[in-house]
């Protein structure tokens, strides 16, 4: 697999902004180019689950995710409209997208094509041209709209990541458990990292 150089990450209205914005610090740690879009649930959850206000604003939004990560140039934030982002359009299509949190609403437009907003569009750009793309719903319990919904988008090409950390890597902090499913994701996605102990690396425990 090759290593991407860009990869869209899309931060929808589900619960469990806090494994999105651990995946962006982890991408650009990797020297991975982040292209960021999130909706406007994604603000209210921020402030709910994390006390982060992310800004209206993308210019305003890149400055202060830029100092967050350290990230200069390297992290680019688009609005859920910007039909003129490179992410919009297959011709300048990035090398993987990640969808996480990935809300329910938004794996179904996803799922069926509606391309109504950035978000939606950029995965629909990452199906028709082939490329990864990563969905991580957090959602539970999962009705059968929703199963049906992730079948289609697995059929279609998608990986579909739930949030459901494992627990043989011993976790002491909810941060292990944020870790674990950025692994796996990195892992789809071919971006190198040694956050947690694998299967077979764990330590004995007396």
């Known amino acids: 697999m090759t290593v991407p150089?860009?990869?869209?990450?899309?931060?929808s209205g589900a619960s469990g902004i806090g494994y999105g914005l651990r995946l962006v610090e982890v991408l650009?740690?990797?020297?991975?180019?982040?292209?960021l879009v999130y909706s406007p649930v994604t603000q209210i959850v921020a402030r709910q689950e994390l006390d982060v206000t992310l800004p209206t604003a993308p210019d305003a939004a890149a400055a202060l995710l830029r100092e967050r990560f350290n990230a200069g140039e390297s992290l680019q934030v688009y609005g859920?409209?910007?039909?003129?982002?490179?992410?919009?359009?297959?011709?300048?299509?990035?090398?993987?997208?990640?969808?996480?949190p990935a809300s329910m609403g938004t794996v179904a437009a996803i799922a069926q094509g509606m391309a109504k907003t950035l978000i939606e569009r950029a995965a629909d750009v990452m199906l028709k041209e082939r490329r990864p793309l990563v969905l991580v719903p957090r959602e539970t319990p999962l009705s059968v709209i929703h199963l049906?919904?992730?079948?289609?988008?697995?059929?279609?090409?998608?990986?579909?990541?739930?949030?459901n950390p494992g627990f043989?890597?011993?976790?002491?902090?909810?941060?292990?458990?944020?870790?674990f499913i950025v692994m796996r994701v990195c892992d789809q996605i071919g971006v190198a990292t040694d956050l947690l102990?694998?299967?077979?690396?764990?330590?004995?425990v007396d």
Not at 168 to 176: G, I, N, S, T
Request: with cysteine; proline share 7%.
């Open 148 to 163: 049906e919904n992730l079948l289609r988008l697995a059929r279609a090409g998608a990986c579909v990541l739930p949030a």
């Open 28 to 35: 650009l740690s990797a020297g991975v180019r982040v292209e």
């Open 80 to 100: 859920r409209e910007a039909w003129f982002a490179p992410i919009a359009s297959g011709s300048n299509a990035a090398d993987a997208m990640v969808v996480c």
């Open 168 to 179: 043989y890597h011993r976790p002491q902090r909810v941060e292990d458990l944020i870790d």
């Open 197 to 204: 102990p694998r299967w077979g690396e764990t330590p004995d």
């Open 5 to 11: 150089r860009r990869v869209v990450v899309a931060w």
